[in-house]
Each structure stands twice: as structure tokens, then as C-alpha cells.
């Protein structure tokens, strides 16, 4: 069982940046690929990044692209999405997933552990 937690949310202007980070614990962190996710209100949860296990192959959303950028350490375990020139559309709770199966990261369902989630807000 591999627990998530997410920190680093919080409220920001328009043009801002925030680092998200997502710290795993409980089981072997290498065995997963990762991805962050977002869900606004009333809306369903959206991919915004993934990368693999080694850290080499990375995928982001067409609408972050160029703004986000993923990492992760895998002596830490964990995963970062360090976030820039925020929108007010950037504001949702952005959760961290942990899959297994490599590569497909772009469905929710795909994925075998969540954390809580953090909230983002960026005000216009």
C-alpha cells in the first residue's frame, strides 16, 4: 500500500508560481510511474504531467505545456510540479497518483494510489 500526500498549494496571483510536491511512503517508489491530476468544481479530474519510474520520459498536458515542468527524486520519493505564469483557470485541487503499469498516465482509473489533494486557487 503506498500512501500520497501532496503540500505546497495555497492562493497566488496571475503570473505566479507554486512548487507542488507529493511525498510517497509505504512502499517501493520506483515501482510506480507518476502523474498529477487536477479537478475544478463540477468538473471531471484532468491529467496535467506524468513521468516514469527512472525519471527519463515525461508527458504534459497541451494546455500546461511550456508553464509546468514534473520531477521527481526517487532517493526522497517524491514528485514536484513546479508551476509557473499561473492562470485563474490553473485553479483546482491537484492530486498526485501513483501507477504501475508504465506509460499510461493519462487515465484517472489507470492508476492505483491517490493522495488528498492540495488546493491551488490563482486570482485574476
Known amino acids: 500500500q503506498v500512501k500520497l500526500v501532496e503540500s505546497g498549494g495555497g492562493t497566488v496571483q496571475a503570473g505566479g508560481s507554486l512548487r507542488l510536491s507529493c511525498a510517497a511512503s509505504g512502499g517501493i517508489f520506483t515501482n510506480y510511474d507518476m502523474g498529477w491530476f487536477r479537478q475544478a468544481p463540477g468538473q471531471e479530474r484532468e491529467f496535467v504531467a506524468g513521468i516514469s519510474w527512472i525519471g527519463g520520459i515525461k508527458d504534459y498536458a497541451d494546455f500546461v505545456k511550456g508553464r509546468f515542468t514534473i520531477s521527481r527524486d526517487n532517493i526522497k520519493a517524491t514528485v514536484d510540479l513546479q508551476m509557473r505564469s499561473l492562470k485563474p483557470e490553473d485553479t483546482a485541487v491537484y492530486y498526485c497518483?501513483?501507477?504501475?503499469?508504465?506509460?499510461?498516465?493519462?487515465?484517472?482509473?489507470?492508476?492505483?494510489?491517490w493522495g488528498p489533494g492540495t488546493q491551488v486557487t490563482v486570482s485574476s
Open positions: 497518483g501513483a501507477i504501475r503499469t508504465p506509460r499510461v498516465w493519462k487515465r484517472p482509473n489507470n492508476y492505483d494510489f
